[in-house]
């Protein structure tokens, strides 16, 4: 399973800083990624991070406003989203996938452990 938090409510502009810790599986096995869902929306892929060489990818929506980082000896990764905007209210989630890499975009490509964190962001 995994745990996420760090979620909140924070003003547009402001930062916040969402971990994601594993247990019960071999965490360094697998890419990991975020993923975000906003009400009446389709599951978003919003980062992932290779298991081995740290190679992230972002949704172009966040370029240049997340990073995804991992840490594999805590079992955890980060996500930093700074200058957030009311566009990026939504629950998020991280999410394993299988093999070296990450797999695309896709949210059928890959496992939901948890029960995400809430983020929302006042105008």
């Known amino acids: 399973q995994v745990v996420e938090s760090g979620g909140g409510l924070v003003q547009a502009g402001g930062s916040l800083r969402l971990s994601c810790t594993a247990s019960?599986?071999?965490?360094?096995?697998?890419?990991m990624a975020w993923f975000r869902q906003a009400p009446g929306k389709e599951r978003e892929r919003v980062s992932c991070?290779?298991?081995?060489?740290?190679?992230?990818y972002y949704a172009d929506s966040v370029k240049g406003r997340f990073i995804m980082s991992r840490d594999n000896a805590k079992n955890t990764v980060y996500l930093q989203m700074n200058n957030l905007k009311p566009e990026d209210t939504a629950m998020y989630y991280c999410?394993?996938?299988?093999?070296?890499?990450?797999?695309?975009?896709?949210?059928?490509?890959?496992?939901?452990r948890g029960q995400g964190t809430q983020v929302t962001v006042s105008s």
């Open positions: 999410a394993t996938a299988r093999g070296s890499y990450c797999p695309g975009a896709s949210a059928d490509r890959y496992d939901f």
């Open positions: 991070i290779n298991r081995a060489d740290m190679v992230t």
């Open positions: 019960g599986f071999r965490f360094d096995d697998y890419p």
